[in-house]
């Protein structure tokens, strides 16, 4: 009846008038019906933009790394920048950090606080004249520390016992005391060169305790060889200096183990009788560029001596036993290098038998000697 449909209008219409206002929450919700139809709802997302309900993003963080630096694989490099102090925010899990060619002044103890796995520190070329007694505390890993060319007059104290490889040449170091290298029981490696040390400015037991594989002196201000009288597992001693007084090999050096000695560009006029001795398994004898007159006796005794350098020297002449020795068996290794080029000695003087023990004639370097 007419009276009945005026009632279901007036009801529509005031349920109508109750319904709470449209509210727009995404960009598609002014399509979605209450059947469903068309869209879907927003807890199923869009069917062409899924918007599923997403908390707040949580990025990871940046990994450190210094501005300016290149920081790949544990693996800092701030090289060729330009730095005055070592810069902050090193990540704590580096193990090789490299500062060379910078113009850092001074090593302060918080500088590496942080970089207790680190393995490698590279200082070389700075500026460097003052190093914190605790600026390497934390390195309990450290093995390679180098710093080279820069101004220590010192070598640093309290370095981490760690330390396999030691590189401090070219800087202003006249002193080397014997608690700078105690308890270091694994160092096998020491470059010392280019510095103004003196024979008094190495301590009593100065390379006490270390298992020394290679230690080298060059150019430095040495009348004489330090005494190094390390285990038997030292390998390699090699001592250069550049100094206008006569150097004389010392009876101090008992190198049982020296496979190589270097005395190449110093001021030696002689090696005294019987000093070889003490280098039984010699295998390289370098004593080029000094002022030798004639050549060391006591070489046709080294069984396994194979390498002697002996150009540039004062040398006149060289005689039939002066590099092998009188009857066989003596000899455990043939030489396949003697250079006795830029001296004074006719070669063709020379005997054919003076290198008998000699692999080939390849092996002898005479030249010609231009005063």
């Known amino acids: 009846s007419t009276t009945m449909k005026s009632l279901l209008l007036l009801c529509f219409l005031l349920a109508s008038s109750c319904a ?3 509210e727009q929450k995404g960009f598609w919700d002014f399509t979605i019906d209450g059947d469903g139809l068309g869209m879907m709802n927003d807890e199923e997302g869009s069917a062409i933009f899924p918007t599923p309900s997403i908390p707040d993003l949580i990025l990871p963080p940046m990994p450190m790394c210094p501005f300016g630096c290149q920081c790949h ?3 800092v490099q701030c090289s060729d920048l330009g730095l005055t102090v070592v810069p902050k925010d090193i990540p704590p899990d580096t193990s090789l950090l490299d500062l060379q060619n ?26 460097i004249s003052k190093i914190h007694t605790k600026a390497f505390n934390a390195m309990k890993k450290l093995q390679k520390l180098y710093l080279s060319k820069n101004f220590l007059s010192e070598i640093p104290r309290n370095l981490p016992q760690s330390l396999v490889e030691l590189r401090v040449h070219e800087n202003k170091i006249k002193k ?6 105690r308890g270091m029981k694994f ?5 010392m060169g280019g510095n103004p040390l003196e024979n008094s400015g190495f301590e009593p037991g100065a390379f006490d305790g270390l298992r020394l594989n290679y230690l080298r002196i060059s150019e430095a201000k040495l009348t004489g060889i330090p005494k190094v009288d390390g285990p038997q597992t030292q ?12 150097l004389q090999l010392q009876v101090s050096v008992h190198c049982s183990f020296c496979y190589r ?15 070889l001795a003490y280098l039984p398994v010699l295998r390289e004898l370098h004593l080029d560029n000094n002022k030798l007159s004639k050549v060391p006796t006591g070489l ?3 069984k396994y001596l194979q390498v002697v350098y002996l150009h540039n020297n004062n040398i006149t002449q060289v005689g039939t036993n002066d590099f092998c020795p009188v009857g066989f068996g003596i000899k455990r290794a043939f030489y396949h290098g003697i250079s006795l080029f830029s001296n004074p000695v006719n070669y063709w003087e020379v005997q054919p038998a003076t290198f008998r023990c000699v692999t080939d004639r390849l092996a002898i370097q005479f030249g010609n000697y231009k005063k």
């Open 176 to 181: 080397v005391s014997k608690e700078v290298f």
């Open 235 to 246: 390998q390699e001693l090699k001592c250069v200096s550049r100094h206008r007084n006569t």
């Open 102 to 127: 910078n113009k850092i002044t001074e090593i302060k103890e918080n500088d590496f606080k942080d970089l207790s796995n680190l393995y490698a520190l590279v200082l070389v070329n700075n500026k």
């Open 187 to 191: 160092m096998n490696c020491m470059e």
């Open 261 to 275: 000695l270097g005395l190449g560009f110093n001021s030696i006029r002689m090696i005294e009788n019987g000093s």
């Open 20 to 22: 709470l206002p449209f």
């Open 73 to 75: 694989l544990r693996v």
């Open 300 to 302: 046709p005794d080294m």
